[in-house]
């Protein structure tokens, strides 16, 4: 009777054990692998012998930075794919949308919904979410929605990307887009504004 008692508890501590684990989502194991997510300033439109500016940000950081930039995507279509990027398990994801956003009329809260959605899928991996901003003058109601998604979902922000180089027209290839110069600089003002994330999380 006692052995059967003894093997009877085994059995129910078994599916307590199992039923708990089961209730948990298993994060998967991230790669030190970065994703630059974004718009044509991420895929590189501009840039001459694919010298984007994670090309630069990969050379910078001695890591694997995958370009995951379409031209003309606005932050619905970013949202649409966004769950193609999770097949790299990235660490962090650099999230860049708003743009197009403005100049197809889109309602800024519409963008702000697409984008906050956006944070909270790869938020949900472990990785970390870190928003860029293009150029803050020229957009400010972007600034100021991208700032508040950075407070709510606690995820750094980069403002203004194309800040220091916007009047100097020696670093565009065209009105709105850098050419391989102008990208060298954004991506160093990036790795300027993520190196302290990188060293907390080697």
Not at 78 to 88: H, K
Not at 165 to 184: C, Q, T, V
Request: charged letters at 20%; aromatic letters at 10%; hydrophobic letters at 40%.
């Amino acid at each position: 009777m006692y052995k059967k008692l003894l093997v009877f508890l085994s059995v129910v501590c078994l599916f307590v054990t199992v039923g708990c684990y089961g209730n948990h989502e298993v994060q998967p194991k991230l790669n030190r692998t970065i994703v630059c997510f974004g718009d044509s300033l991420t895929q590189g439109t501009g840039a001459t012998n694919g010298e984007t500016y994670p090309y630069f940000l990969q050379k910078l950081t001695n890591l694997t930075v995958v370009n995951a930039g379409i031209h003309g995507d606005t932050s619905r279509h970013g949202l649409e794919r966004a769950d193609e990027i999770f097949q790299f398990k990235p660490f962090m994801v650099l999230v860049e949308f708003g743009a197009n956003d403005f100049f197809k009329k889109i309602p800024i809260q519409t963008t702000k919904q697409n984008i906050e959605t956006i944070i909270n899928k790869i938020q949900k991996t472990g990785a970390t979410a870190v928003i860029l901003c293009t150029e803050d003058n020229q957009l400010p109601e972007l600034r100021r929605i991208l700032v508040e998604i950075s407070k709510d979902k606690n995820a750094p922000v980069i403002s203004g990307i194309l800040n220091e180089i916007w009047n100097d027209r020696a670093l565009f290839a065209d009105e709105l887009h850098p050419n391989s110069a102008g990208y060298k600089f954004v991506a160093e003002k990036v790795y300027k504004a993520i190196q302290p994330l990188l060293e907390k999380q080697q």
